[in-house]
């Protein structure tokens, strides 16, 4: 098999596989702590516990206006799947990244490699506890692989003409996750570092 194409089916796979495992093990319902809040104040566009979540609160409430699944918790906990089973794909597409910036070439063991490494932190026991309930911290998690992916993008695309809107989108990223989570805050070292 060529190495692009079996890059490209391992992307889909490391989006699908966890994607299924954290749906198949997503609260059915509301969840003890804050996750009754969060589903509660995105269905009727509250405010929740300070320093709020609006980005968060939007998208729950979008979620929970679509006609699948009967629950409306369930509706709002499925956020959590799709986000962290989107931050596995990038995840993925990172360490091939670094992978292939140490070794200097591409090659199927490099994607090997990643798959199983995106797939092991996959189920971490903090990363799948925050896939399967309405947290904020799934969706924060994805902001943070994005803007990870997009500095590695604009290193790999110096020198260039289109390096700048890598910067602009990153930064465009980090405000939309403030309306999540600060956890994204915790990427500007490593902006920096590769900056």
Same mark, same amino acid.
């Given at each position: 098999?060529?190495?692009?194409?079996?890059?490209?089916?391992?992307?889909? #796979?490391?989006?699908?596989?966890?994607?299924?495992?954290?749906?198949? $093990?997503? !609260?059915? =319902?509301? @969840?003890? +702590?804050?996750?009754?809040?969060?589903?509660?104040?995105?269905?009727?566009?509250?405010?929740?516990?300070?320093?709020?979540?609006?980005?968060?609160?939007?998208?729950?409430?979008?979620?929970?206006?679509?006609?699948?699944?009967?629950?409306?918790?369930?509706?709002?906990?499925?956020?959590?799947?799709?986000?962290?089973?989107?931050?596995?794909?990038?995840?993925?597409?990172?360490?091939?990244?670094?992978?292939?910036?140490?070794?200097?070439?591409?090659? #199927?063991?490099?994607?090997?490699?990643?798959?199983?490494?995106?797939? $092991?932190? !996959?189920? =971490?026991? @903090?990363? +799948?506890?925050?896939?399967?309930?309405?947290?904020?911290?799934?969706?924060?998690?994805?902001?943070?692989?994005?803007?990870?992916?997009?500095?590695?993008?604009?290193?790999?695309?110096?020198?260039?003409?289109?390096?700048?809107?890598?910067?602009?989108?990153?930064?465009?990223?980090?405000?939309?996750?403030?309306?999540?989570?600060?956890?994204?805050?915790?990427?500007?070292?490593?902006?920096?570092?590769?900056?």
């Amino acid at each position: 098999m060529e190495p692009k194409k079996l890059h490209k089916i391992l992307i889909f #796979l490391s989006f699908l596989m966890p994607f299924l495992l954290y749906f198949k $093990t997503m !609260a059915p =319902t509301v @969840s003890l +702590w804050d996750c009754g809040e969060f589903i509660s104040t995105s269905i009727i566009m509250g405010i929740p516990h300070p320093p709020g979540t609006p980005l968060y609160l939007i998208i729950g409430n979008f979620f929970s206006q679509l006609p699948f699944l009967n629950d409306l918790g369930a509706r709002v906990n499925i956020i959590s799947p799709i986000a962290s089973a989107l931050s596995i794909m990038f995840l993925y597409m990172i360490i091939v990244y670094l992978i292939e910036k140490i070794n200097k070439k591409e090659n #199927l063991i490099t994607y090997y490699a990643a798959f199983i490494g995106a797939l $092991t932190f !996959a189920i =971490t026991d @903090s990363h +799948w506890f925050n896939a399967v309930e309405a947290e904020v911290y799934a969706l924060s998690t994805l902001f943070t692989a994005i803007v990870v992916w997009l500095i590695l993008k604009w290193e790999r695309t110096q020198n260039n003409n289109n390096q700048l809107k890598y910067l602009i989108l990153i930064f465009y990223c980090m405000g939309l996750a403030i309306g999540i989570h600060l956890l994204n805050l915790l990427a500007i070292p490593f902006i920096g570092l590769i900056i």
